[in-house]
């Protein structure tokens, strides 16, 4: 054996059929009639393992962080959130939602409620995490927060609220499904009569089949009735 490393899928493809493994490396063969009867590389499944484990730790510690992070106040980032605005479509904590809608009258009238009553369907933005997808680019026709269209990469962007997107397109989604039902009947007519074509012609190649069977059986039997009389006639 040449020591050189090969996976176990690759040892098997190349063992297919032979009684050796010719190494990718080296090209040197080695016998070998399983490749179970190879020795292992102690050294790299060790590292594989090690590897895997510190990559499973740091996905824990990102979903630990996400999870913390989804949790506290859009402004400050600081204090777990406790407030939703539904005018703002932000949470906010305690102290941040009094400074903000204390300090203008037109912001007092704003309608909050306890942040664990907030809409669950309402989905965050992934870039920035505290803010609510409540807006819809329509440059890029995604949707996006209040964040994106300040200082995100969709700044400058025309935008507009997602919900009347979504009832435009409900609207045309309705449309649509109502063309399609209405295409049903038609087609289905359509698949009929094309089944019917498919028996009728199913239908004419078994007679042709018929008649040509009785055809060369008739020549073969005046064939034969030929033959017999010329065997009389001896």
């Given at each position: ?87 703002c ?10 400074e ?40 890029c ?6 964040t ?8 400058d ?20 499904i109502?063309e ?7 087609l ?40 017999a ?6």
């Amino acid at each position: 054996v040449c020591g050189h490393t090969v996976c176990d899928p690759c040892c098997k493809i190349i063992l297919q059929g032979k009684s050796a493994v010719r190494c990718p490396t080296c090209r040197q063969n080695s016998s070998c009639s399983s490749t179970s009867n190879l020795p292992l590389n102690y050294a790299i499944l060790s590292h594989l393992e090690a590897t895997q484990k510190h990559k499973k730790e740091e996905q824990s510690k990102g979903n630990e962080t996400q999870t913390k992070s989804e949790r506290l106040c859009g402004d400050c980032s600081l204090n777990p959130h406790t407030i939703y605005c539904k005018n703002c479509f932000f949470l906010f904590c305690q102290s941040c939602d009094k400074e903000v809608h204390s300090s203008r009258p037109f912001f007092q009238k704003h309608e909050r409620i306890p942040s664990t009553q907030a809409d669950r369907s309402v989905r965050m933005c992934s870039v920035h995490a505290m803010s609510p997808l409540h807006l819809f680019c329509e440059q890029c026709e995604v949707p996006i927060c209040t964040t994106c269209t300040l200082i995100g990469t969709h700044r400058d962007h025309k935008f507009c609220l997602l919900a009347d997107v979504l009832d435009k397109f409900t609207t045309l989604l309705k449309s649509n499904i109502a063309e399609c039902e209405a295409l049903v009947p038609k087609l289905t007519n359509m698949f009929e009569k094309a089944q019917e074509i498919h028996k009728k012609i199913l239908e004419e190649k078994e007679l042709e089949v018929v008649e040509a069977n009785k055809k060369a059986n008739k020549e073969a039997n005046k064939e034969a009735n030929k033959e017999a009389n010329k065997e009389a006639n001896k």
